[in-house]
């Protein structure tokens, strides 16, 4: 069964950093294009950032650009969001996604997120 748990989530001030985790079990992790998405309260489930199974290729959403990084370390199973110069507006639940294509058929994988809080 596939397994996606995140870690890393807290409060933190503004301007503050955090590093997300999230580590994938019960797939070849390689082959597959790891995001993250966010959802704040009230709101929708939004994309902030992706990256695909060889690393060579990531996009970020416009809000996030020159402050969160995403990186992934195959030999591990983990994908990573390094979150810098937060601001009240990143609060939200961090969810970690797995997805492939494989044979004409859509994979689609969540964790159960992890709460990052901006307050001061």
Do not use: H
């Not at 995140?6 to 580590?23: D, H, I, K, R, Y």
């Not at 992706?50 to 983990?78: E, H, L, P, Q």
């Amino acid at each position: 069964q596939v397994q996606l748990v995140e870690s890393g989530g807290g409060l933190v001030q503004p301007g503050g950093s955090l590093t997300l985790s999230c580590a994938a079990s019960s797939i070849t992790f390689s082959r597959w294009r790891m995001s993250w998405y966010r959802q704040a309260p009230g709101k929708e489930r939004e994309l902030v950032a992706v990256m695909v199974g060889d690393g060579g290729s990531t996009n970020y959403a416009d809000f996030v650009k020159g402050r969160f990084t995403i990186s992934r370390d195959n030999a591990k199973n983990t994908v990573y969001l390094q979150m810098n110069s937060l601001k009240p507006e990143d609060t939200a639940m961090y969810y970690c996604n797995a997805q492939r294509i494989y044979s004409l058929q859509m994979y689609n994988y969540w964790g159960q997120g992890t709460q990052v809080t901006v307050s001061s």
